[in-house]
């Protein structure tokens, strides 16, 4: 009796067992592969390049879900358009979840999965454009009724987020931008659940997480996105711009030049790293640079070479502005700063070191026949002949001696005769004899 009692308690057991391996087998196999792409903060390439490598991996693993969190102000049009097709044209279920705001651009991503979960408190909407041009409005309003009419949500309260001269009986009056809290927007149909948190968007999906891979921007990524942006994009091109402008009239190449290049290469490596900017943009700024050398070492004044390394240089910097608008605000800045620090630079030619480096102070061989010139009090209102063009600093001769000197400001060509003005410390300023030829 004791035996069979033990044999019925084996058989239990192994059942049992046999239960539980099956359960877990058929969740095991239940669960999904999911993966979180953050669309948090200001949209821009960064957010695009952290969607288009997101995507991409989760084609790769093979994931079952992707989830798009969204937390944002808005950010620039054309990152958030082509975050925008990414999603709708993803082989893979997406959805979009707004934990916190959906605003502006933000309101095109989160309309853009195939559904949309608001958490508590949350709020979509508020699309204007900037600047706030017809044809701005009217492009990005056809954005956001193809973008609900694609996903079954309403087209014209999707147009009215973006242009206010549209009424929406009931819901929204002409004049004002449409922004909806959660529960408006469920009511309305513009978002098909509230979920609290992401579990419970897994629970109202009916789905059981296996693994949840992050994505995370990469330090590269963090930092191109800082690079990237207008303000500090326009601050590395000024630098390097007069970062280059000073080596012109450094002899050799030293400190201004490798700060000036090593600003340049960060901007555009961040541009190119970003898909924003390709090489051919780099080609062009330096191909306008070397036109630039040109006309001051090689022909002298300021005629077409000039000119048209100007334009490359401009035309290279315009590309990697997000849109018009900006672009032409950041040239002008550019140019503003470039030529302000020039000035600054050229006031404080005889105090500062960057200035002596410049206005070449020091002597360079006594058998060449070039002296010190400090303290030479004695050169003031003596004439002489220039033996190098003055750019405007260069060499001068007087009574058969070779002295740095710096012009008035004009170009001297080379052999024109000159007369000194101005003495202070290393600084010799000198100025064309008029008549002379």
Aim: hydrophobic share 50%.
């Amino acid at each position: 009796m004791k035996r069979r009692v033990n044999f019925k308690l084996f058989l239990l057991t192994g059942f049992l067992l046999l239960f539980f391996c099956c359960f877990n087998y058929v969740a095991a196999n239940n669960a999904v592969l999911v993966y979180k792409i953050p669309l948090i903060g200001y949209i821009d390439n960064g957010l695009l390049k952290l969607a288009e490598r997101g995507l991409a991996e989760a084609r790769r693993s093979g994931a079952d879900l992707v989830v798009f969190e969204i937390d944002t102000y808005g950010g620039y049009l054309d990152p958030a358009i082509k975050i925008r097709d990414l999603i709708l044209r993803s082989n893979l279920p997406t959805v979009t979840y707004v934990r916190g705001r959906a605003w502006s651009a933000g309101a095109l991503l989160a309309l853009a999965g195939e559904n949309l979960f608001m958490a508590e408190g949350s709020s979509i909407g508020a699309a204007e454009t900037r600047p706030a041009d017809e044809k701005y409005i009217s492009a990005l309003r056809k954005e956001f009724k193809a973008t609900a009419k694609t996903r079954g949500k309403n087209p014209d309260l999707a147009a009215a987020m973006v242009d206010k001269e549209i009424a929406v009986a009931g819901i929204t009056a002409r004049g004002k931008l449409l922004t909806l809290t959660v529960d408006e927007a469920l009511n309305y149909q513009m978002a098909d659940y509230k979920a609290a948190n992401l579990n419970n968007v897994f629970e109202i999906l009916g789905v059981t997480p296996g693994q949840i891979v992050e994505m995370e921007l990469t330090m590269a990524e963090k930092a191109a996105r800082v690079i990237t942006r207008p303000h500090i994009t326009i601050i590395l091109l000024t630098i390097g711009i007069l970062g280059l402008v000073a080596e012109v009239f450094v002899p050799g190449f030293g400190l201004p030049g490798t700060i000036g290049l090593l600003s340049l290469a960060v901007v555009f490596s961040s541009y190119i790293y970003h898909g924003v900017a390709g090489w051919g943009l780099v080609i062009l700024f330096l191909a306008g640079i070397l036109l630039l050398a040109i006309e001051i070492f090689v022909t002298p004044g300021f005629g077409f070479t000039g000119i048209t390394g100007l334009i490359m240089i401009m035309a290279s910097i315009y590309f990697l502005f997000p849109d018009f608008d900006a672009a032409i605000v950041g040239i002008a800045t550019v140019l503003v700063l470039s030529i302000a620090g020039f000035i600054i630079m050229l006031k404080i030619f005889g105090s500062s070191a960057l200035s002596r480096r410049i206005s070449l102070g020091e002597s360079q061989t006594k058998e060449a026949g070039y002296l010190a010139q400090s303290g030479r009090k004695d050169l003031l209102h003596k004439t002489g002949k220039t033996v190098t063009p003055l750019r405007p600093v260069g060499v001068a001769e007087f009574d058969g001696e070779r002295v740095d000197v710096v012009s008035e400001g004009s170009y001297i060509d080379k052999g024109v005769a000159v007369m000194v003005t101005q003495i202070a410390g290393n600084r010799i300023v000198v100025k064309k004899i008029e008549g002379d030829e």
